[in-house]
């Protein structure tokens, strides 16, 4: 009850605008109907019902009257979601997440601080890069993890999971056409060069941090743009093997160490 309303408080002295005073008992059967019941017998006490804009954005009557967005409270951290996502038994993304390398990576101040990295390296500069219609970012929004709101879109489900993005290019050009869930990864998880360019003109692409760049898991997978040195390497059937792709593996369930409380190989819902 108190994360699927708004204005919920136990406390019988609370001033939430008499919320705790209608005579509302929850029914017991859930079914076709009940719901337009509800609305017709509690109307004031159906219209704080559901999860709204002030469960994650504060209470409206510090910006009301205010046209500006810097009136609003807008947050990315975990914590926002974790607030009711977070109870242990049923919704545990939250702890899986405190653990996980998008929480703990340590380059986020480093890479996710400078413009050309920030998309991929901070979850702040991702969903400015999304915002932004996938263009180069102009400066770096002061960097956060990988967190919930990243890749989830909390106003925005068009996609299942309401996840922002379900599609991928790499950055040879190549669109992915298979992979599904699993293509929002390898947005992130891809070579930042173009492999036949960066080797073919190599005097012009050197560089003290020369050679292919970590995470270009989403190019060995999908077979494109990978430096080959002139081998033909074989390509791994995953992709047309699991539907997600990277999520089909990665984010399946599996066994936790005991001693570090991490996953085997990062596989585990949002233990990865």
């Known amino acids: 009850m108190q ?18 005073d209608y005579p509302f008992e929850f029914p017991a059967q859930l079914g076709p109907g009940v719901w337009d019941q509800l609305v017709q017998q509690f109307p004031e006490a159906m219209a704080m019902a559901r999860i709204q804009c002030e469960s994650c954005h504060g209470p409206g009557g510090n910006h009301l009257g205010q046209t500006g967005n810097n009136a609003i409270v807008t947050n990315l951290d975990a914590e926002t979601c974790g607030y009711c996502h977070d109870q242990g038994s049923h919704h545990v993304f939250p702890q899986q997440w405190d653990i996980s390398v998008h929480a703990t990576g340590p380059n986020v101040g480093y890479a996710g601080g400078r413009a050309g990295c920030a998309n991929r390296h901070s979850g702040s500069g991702f969903v400015e890069w999304i915002k932004g219609g996938q263009q180069p970012l102009a400066a770096a929004p002061s960097p956060i993890p990988i967190t919930c709101a990243t890749c989830h879109d909390p106003h925005d489900a068009t996609n299942h999971a309401q996840l922002r993005l379900v599609s991928a290019t790499l950055t040879n050009g190549y669109v992915v056409n298979l992979g599904n ?92």
């Open 181 to 272: 869930e699993g293509r929002l990864c390898i947005t992130c998880h891809k070579a930042r060069r173009d492999a036949v360019d960066y080797t073919n003109n190599y005097l012009r692409n050197l560089s003290s941090h020369f050679g292919p760049h970590y995470s270009g898991q989403g190019d060995v997978l999908v077979g494109k743009n990978a430096v080959t040195w002139g081998y033909n390497v074989p390509t791994s059937p995953h992709l047309q093997a699991i539907d997600n792709a990277c999520v089909g593996c990665h984010m399946g369930p599996g066994p936790l160490d005991e001693e570090t409380q991490k996953a085997y190989t990062q596989v585990g819902i949002h233990l990865l």
């Open 3 to 20: 994360c699927h309303t708004t204005g919920y408080d136990a406390n019988p002295t609370a001033v939430n605008g008499g919320f705790d």
